[in-house]
C-alpha cells in the first residue's frame, strides 16, 4: 500500500467526472507518470468508471488532498487528466473508507 506524504490532515475529495454520451469513444486515458507533479503529490487513487452494462468508459474518479473543493477542481483542471473535456463534474468530501 502506498503511503500519503505531505500534510496529512488537508481536506480529502472524491471528484467524479462523467462525459456525455456522445464523448465516450474519446475519452483520454492518463498514466499517472501524466499526471502533473503537484497532482502525483496530492493524489490518493484515479482511474475508469465504466457502465455496468457493456463496460463502456463513462468518466473517470479522482480521490486526492486539497485546500478546498475549488482547488480540487483547478489541481485537476490545470494538469495533464483531460477533466476539461468532462460535462459533468462532482465533488465530494471524502475521507479513507468512504463520503463523509
Not at 502506498?2 to 472524491?14: I, M
Not at 468508471?49 to 478546498?68: H, K, Q, T
Not at 480540487?72 to 476539461?84: C, D, H, K, S, Y
Amino acid at each position: 500500500m502506498r503511503e500519503l506524504v505531505g500534510d496529512v490532515d488537508e481536506h480529502r475529495f472524491l471528484v467524479i467526472a462523467h462525459s456525455g454520451h456522445d464523448q465516450r469513444a474519446h475519452l483520454p486515458a492518463r498514466p499517472a507518470a501524466a499526471l502533473g507533479a503537484e497532482l502525483r503529490e496530492r493524489l490518493i487513487v484515479y482511474g475508469a468508471l465504466a457502465e455496468p452494462e457493456g463496460g463502456e468508459m463513462s468518466g473517470v474518479a479522482f480521490a486526492l488532498r486539497a485546500p478546498g473543493k475549488d482547488a480540487a477542481v483547478a489541481l485537476l483542471r490545470e494538469g495533464a487528466t483531460g477533466i476539461g473535456a468532462f460535462p459533468n463534474v462532482e465533488v465530494h468530501d471524502w475521507e479513507l473508507g468512504g463520503r463523509r
